[in-house]
């Protein structure tokens, strides 16, 4: 009788540890959508069709990035690493990081830059309103 409880209490942590897994498998997955980089090569690639929010972004500086960028609806979102592409920086004529620009086929209509403590004061909300904006111009 004790062996078959202890064949009971097995099978019971071998499936309770399969749910486990199985739920961080799932909360990993889910949470750790990786944000997409763009070089020089591809930027203007990348920004000619459709909406399309960069973010342009420096390691230094990781812990002001704009967290939400993957969250943004109605829209491709990429990173633009200003140390590894200084002529679009250039371009762009970016000065703060973060800086969000919003472009709609190609051309930039919306850029929120960081303030004094290179942070970004734009919120995701204000960020996809400015989204629907443009979307819903293309119906009227």
């Given amino acids: 009788a ?3 409880t202890n064949r009971k209490n097995r099978k019971q942590s071998i ?13 990993f997955f889910v949470n750790c959508k990786s944000q997409a980089f763009i070089t020089q ?16 972004y420096a390691e230094f500086n990781d812990e002001n990035k704009f967290q939400e960028l993957d969250k943004l609806k109605d829209c491709k979102t990429y990173r633009v690493d200003i140390q590894k592409c200084t002529d679009i920086k250039k371009e762009y004529k970016i000065k703060s990081i973060p800086t969000v ?3 709609d086929n190609g051309k930039e209509t919306k850029r929120y830059i ?12 204000e960020i996809q309103g400015e ?10």
């Fill in 114 to 125: 960081a303030n004094i403590m290179l942070q970004l004061e734009a919120t995701k909300k």
């Fill in 101 to 103: 620009l919003i472009f």
């Fill in 15 to 27: 499936r309770i540890m399969k749910i486990f897994y199985f739920f961080v498998f799932l909360f």
């Fill in 41 to 56: 090569k591809e930027f203007s690639k990348k920004t000619k069709n459709g909406i399309v929010v960069i973010e342009f």
């Fill in 131 to 140: 989204i629907d904006k443009i979307n819903l111009k293309k119906f009227q």
């Fill in 2 to 4: 004790n062996t078959t």
